[in-house]
């Protein structure tokens, strides 16, 4: 057993030579005080907003979501937000794609078969305000396509218009490729086909065709050709919309179909004020153009111009 004296006498010692290395070396630094005024650094952020305009409808709820452009399966961050509430979303700056409109913003709006829609941006700080998201009734989608039957070449700036039972439920014009993207809406209905109308101005009669309309996205070619005018027969115009065009010339004879602006029948026979001629209808199921004849009262209708 060691020498309790001598094992104090070293302990002395040892403190003694701490105490003085301490004083001499400048280095050593008390952790115990911390430093006046610390100075701490802020990330920058950046806030995401987008605004929502619902026509005619009623969304219970919107998820949006904000991720990278080529990785849409890692969003930053994803929120549920109720109507009346703003939707944004605030995140650190840096950590947004760089490239250019690398990131992406998607809106999901609630409670229906509503549509997704999407907005690219680039990467900023600050305040992103992000293109209005109109929110419409949910659709099927027809992919329109209008071409000349004889040479086959697109028919540009053609008037189309989707009726059922004398309501319209699209309209859109084509471009210069003779194309045309309809949204018709689900809460239509399903037993009753569509009725398709294609006016071409002066180049072509108006066709008018009976369709059925699949659920989701679906792409239709529509040929359309001259008109052979029969001894005796004149073109006329319809002016005014929900014209009736019935089966006999009395006012309560059955309802064909309801005619609107720039439609066009071919009148054979005049009795007074009730004209009788036919409308060319291109039937579906049929692959094939069929004339309906019928009545129609002269007050709708006027001599096409040549």
Known sequence: MGNPVKTVKNIGILLCLTFSFAQEDSTVVDLTIRPENPKIGEAETVTIKALVNPIGVAPTAYRFSIYPRNHPAEPFMQKLFFPGESIQIILPANILNPDTLGNMAKLEPLGSAYD?????FDAASGEINLTTFDILVPADIIKLTILEEESGNPIPTVNIR??????????????????SRLRIPVNRSKDEPVLLTIDTGDRFPTWKGRIEISAGIFEKTVNISSLNLEIG??????????????????????????LNEGDQVIISKVAGDRLYGRVRIFLERQDQYQNIFGWILEKHV???DK
């Open 162 to 179: 989707i009726t059922q039972i004398g309501e319209i439920l699209s309209k859109s014009v084509t471009d210069t490729s003779g194309y």
């Open 302 to 304: 006027q001599i096409k």
């Open 116 to 120: 997704h829609q999407y907005r690219m």
């Open 233 to 258: 027969e004149t073109i006329y115009e319809v002016f005014g919309e929900m014209v009736p065009f019935r089966g006999g010339p009395e006012n309560g004879a059955a309802l064909l179909f309801f």
